[in-house]
């Protein structure tokens, strides 16, 4: 009975310990990635992300956006607040709890 819970107990701390030894070899594996050079791809595809980011912030919103989305985005503002009432429905809504 004992010899059988001792077993059971062994069996549950080996699987946490290599469920932590994976995840550490796990993060480690994405630090030494991190290190190194990245694939082709993967440095274009940031390249791109970075470039989008920096025009984003230079223009104030979204980029080569026509004045076709400004007046969707309005429109649809604007269908948003006649459903829901009034309010900014840019900014996430702020909950109060008593």
Avoid: W
């Avoid at 989305?69 to 996430?92: H, I, P, V």
Wanted: hydrophobic share 40%; charged share 30%.
């Amino acid at each position: 009975m004992i010899l059988r819970q001792i077993l059971r107990l062994s069996s549950i701390f080996s699987s946490a310990v290599s469920v932590h030894l994976r995840r550490n070899i796990g993060l480690s594996a994405i630090v030494f990635n991190k290190a190194k050079e990245l694939d082709p791809v993967q440095k274009l595809f940031l390249d791109k992300i970075r470039e989008y980011n920096t025009k984003s912030k230079q223009a104030g919103g979204p980029v080569d956006a026509g004045p076709d989305f400004q007046k969707d985005m309005n429109e649809s503002l604007a269908r948003l607040q006649r459903q829901y009432g009034e309010g900014d429905l840019t900014k996430f809504p702020e909950f109060k709890f008593e």
